[in-house]
């Protein structure tokens, strides 16, 4: 909301311009929280210090399929945002554009599906590891896997920062779209 | 896709109000969707026909948190298509007005990820019902409810449509704030 006041405030200034600047801004923003995402979520990994003859207690991210996708949701959205730079670029430079600015629209929907897809179908499943359900008897793991769903709780919050930043980058194009230079 | 298609296939004539009808249309077709998945989701209740001295074996959707949230998120959806459909006459009317569909955008993105966490948290969750996973113990519950399980999968199926529809919504928005008319 501060970024819709703040190119507000100067509308004589070049206003889409600012937008533009800003659009820029919070891609990388959003780059870097959604790489840290992937990484952190993608380098889970907790062996305990015990095992028995025939298992090894390990934990690892891919041991749940849906953390696998959350890892390939967050990656594919990171590429995504650097390669929409240099589009941000041409943005700032001819700030009148408008069919690109609505390509540029789309695929911040489409990715904002995808990143929120993933991000919340993981934290039903860490909500599920650390409270169990005793209906279906699934009993939470968090007791033993200690450090490994510290590490998937909190790889969650790059990506649910990444989707507070794709609704505001729509908005800012929305912004941007309404406006002639 | 399509719908981007027949607004543009007759670009001389009012083309802005084409775009505010289908706008209309598909929020009609988006309430209908999540509607449906609410309901189907919220009356889903499975008892087994045995049971013990002790226990009655019986599923419903509110043994999971996580298909409460798909309930709650698909019924304020729908609750936000209805009361969106005023504003989305008024765009018919005026097919000119900026402001509000810059309003309007900015819901669609937030009911949109509203949306995507309900059904991809419930799809991780169904999943997980039908699969199991031997990692962490977790086991396939869709052996004993099976019509329990058929029930929460086929609910999904609207909310993933309503998914799209706003995806196409929001483009159509775009498509309407980059004209004058």
Redesign the interface.
């Known amino acids: 909301m501060e970024a819709g006041d703040i190119s507000k405030g100067k509308p004589g200034f070049g206003a889409n311009k600012g937008v533009s600047v800003l659009d820029f801004v919070l891609r990388i923003v959003a780059f870097v929280c959604t790489l840290g995402s992937a990484i952190a979520m993608g380098t889970t990994n907790e062996t305990l210090p015990f095992f028995t003859q025939f298992i090894r207690f390990r ?1 690892r991210f891919n ?4 953390f696998t996708f959350f890892v390939v949701a967050n990656s594919v959205a990171s590429a995504y945002f650097i390669l929409s730079l240099p589009l941000s670029i041409f943005h700032i430079v001819k700030s009148g554009a ?2 690109s ?2 390509v540029m ?2 695929l911040d ?2 990715v ?2 995808l990143v ?10 860490v ?3 650390h409270k169990g ?1 005793t ?5 939470s ?1 968090c007791q033993q896997f200690n450090s490994f769903c510290e590490r998937i709780s909190g790889s969650l919050i790059g990506s649910f920062g990444a ?1 507070v930043v794709l ?1 505001i980058l ?2 800012l ?3 941007a ?2 406006r ?1 230079p």
Chains 1, 2 share one sequence.
């Open positions: 934990a041991d749940l399929p849906t408008q069919n600015r609505i629209v789309i929907t489409v904002l599906a929120t897809a993933g991000a919340s179908a993981s934290a039903a499943i909500y599920l590891a359900n209906r279906t008897n699934w009993f793991i989707v609704i729509i908005l194009s929305a912004v779209l309404s002639r």
